[in-house]
Antibody
Framework: QVQLQQSGPGLVKPSQTLSLTCAISGDSVSSNDAAWNWIRQSPSRGLEWLGRTYYRSHWYNDYAVSVESRITINADTSKNQFSLQLNSVTPEDTAVYYC?????????????WGQGTLVTVSS | DIQMTQSPSSLSASVGDRVTITCRASQSITRYLNWYQQKPGKAPQLLIYAASSLQSGVPSRFTGFGSGTNFSLTISSLQPEDFASYFCQQSYIAPRTFGQGTKLEIK
């Protein structure tokens, strides 16, 4: 079955860049019926979709308007993984970050989820 | 963005009870509605997709219903492992949006 393993630091200083990676096993980041998402969760914002990358003859990205000026999601086909970079972080970016596979087709759903990474933005 | 509104935000119930959680979309999403369960300290897990289709391995006491803007998740006979938080999510359009969650607690 598909498994997602997240890695990256749990503490980031304000104004710096948050970087997380999600390694995929049991599927391909280039799959034509999947999209690879980053979602975060905090008590104040709940579950917030940040963006996704997917391959359909070429690579596409969708980003949430709230972070689109600061976010980059990239796929690395050589390592079968995808990554999140969020620039210029503030304490409001403190949250648990999840990488998630979205099965796409006639109907779409989010499964599975990575284990989550608590990222704290603090000096 | 499509707003998803769940109710109630919290619910106390006993083992064996039948409970229903509702989710309303701010516009029609036909059947593009998914439900997730989340236990403390864990990632959400898919329960139901396309409004009423049970994810593999999910017990049949979970039932999803609805279309358009109104949806529900019913647990027919609560088991101890069902006490958790539940979220709805629309997959009709980007950005994907979630309900604020329903926390199901033991009475």
């Amino acid at each position: 079955q598909v498994q997602l393993q997240q890695s990256g630091p749990g503490l980031v200083k304000p104004s710096q860049t948050l970087s997380l990676t999600c390694a995929i096993s049991g599927d391909s980041v280039s799959s034509n019926d999947a999209a690879w998402n980053w979602i975060r969760q905090s008590p104040s914002r709940g579950l917030e979709w940040l963006g996704r990358t997917y391959y359909r003859s070429h690579w596409y990205n969708d980003y949430a308007v709230s972070v689109e000026s600061r976010i980059t999601i990239n796929a690395d086909t050589s390592k079968n993984q995808f990554s999140l970079q969020l620039n210029s972080v503030t304490p409001e970016d403190t949250a648990v970050y999840y990488c998630v596979k979205e099965k796409t087709g006639h109907y779409d759903w989010l499964d599975p989820w990575g284990q989550g990474t608590l990222v704290t933005v603090s000096s | 963005d499509i707003q998803m509104t769940q109710s109630p935000s919290s619910l106390s119930a006993s083992v064996g009870d039948r409970v229903t959680i509702t989710c309303r979309a701010s516009q029609s999403i036909t059947r593009y509605l998914n439900w997730y369960q989340q236990k403390p300290g864990k990632a959400p897990q898919l329960l139901i997709y396309a409004a009423s289709s049970l994810q593999s391995g999910v017990p049949s006491r979970f039932t999803g219903f609805g279309s358009g803007t109104n949806f529900s998740l019913t647990i027919s006979s609560l088991q101890p492992e069902d006490f958790a938080s539940y979220f709805c999510q629309q997959s009709y359009i980007a950005p994907r949006t979630f309900g604020q969650g329903t926390k199901l607690e033991i009475k």
